[in-house]
């Protein structure tokens, strides 16, 4: 494992992990071709972000899906973080998982578009749109001093360039550890370019 745990959390992990192999032969929580690849692929990119989360901070987690890299930020990180996902079949795998792994976590069953929350200190989401896109659902969900956490592929700085037609943004930019080519992208102080 690439990233340090307790042994603790290592248990709660593992049984996470075993959870979704059970589950993903019903729902398609991952592709079938990379459950051999769960750890490094899902959970240990995930893990990626609980440094670079504050203490305290709460997390909003969007399009959550099996529950990365929100599920596995709450159980390593005992923080609060509210999964937003929009497939009732996953929700209801994501309530079991977190009841199994003792995470402290919400799971909102709407579409990010229609979600009305409690701004959190920190947004992420993992493998879900484009980062212009991810910008305009984070902003309402965003505290004014708090940052997104975006993990990305190998199209990072095409995304960037892209999102800064429309975005006033700050970033900064982390390697991933996981993922050859593939990148952390933190943005805060963000705001839509008017015209």
Do not use: Y
């Not at 071709?33 to 709460?58: F, Y």
């Not at 709407?110 to 902003?139: F, H, M, N, Q, Y």
């Not at 996981?178 to 705001?191: H, P, R, S």
């Amino acid at each position: 494992m690439t990233v340090e745990v307790s042994r603790e959390t290592q248990e709660k992990l593992e049984r996470f992990a075993s959870l979704l192999t059970q589950w993903n032969a019903r729902i398609n929580l991952v592709s079938p071709r990379d459950l051999v690849h769960l750890w490094s692929r899902h959970i240990e990119d995930s893990l990626q972000l609980a440094s670079l989360v504050p203490q305290n901070a709460r997390i909003t987690d969007l399009g959550s899906g099996g529950g990365f890299p929100g599920l596995i930020l709450a159980i390593a990180t005992g923080l609060p973080v509210t999964l937003v996902e929009s497939d009732q079949r996953k929700c209801a795998f994501l309530r079991e998982a977190a009841r199994e792994c003792g995470a402290t976590v919400q799971v909102v069953a709407k579409r990010i578009e229609t979600v009305s929350l409690e701004p959190a200190d920190v947004v992420t989401a993992r493998a879900l749109a484009p980062l212009e896109r991810l910008l305009g659902w984070a902003r309402p969900l965003l505290k004014p001093e708090g940052f997104c956490l975006f993990l990305k592929g190998a199209k990072a700085s095409d995304e960037l360039t892209e999102a800064q037609r429309d975005w006033h943004l700050s970033t900064e930019i982390f390697n991933s550890r996981t993922a050859e080519g593939g990148a952390i992208i933190k943005v805060c102080d963000f705001q839509r370019v008017t015209r």
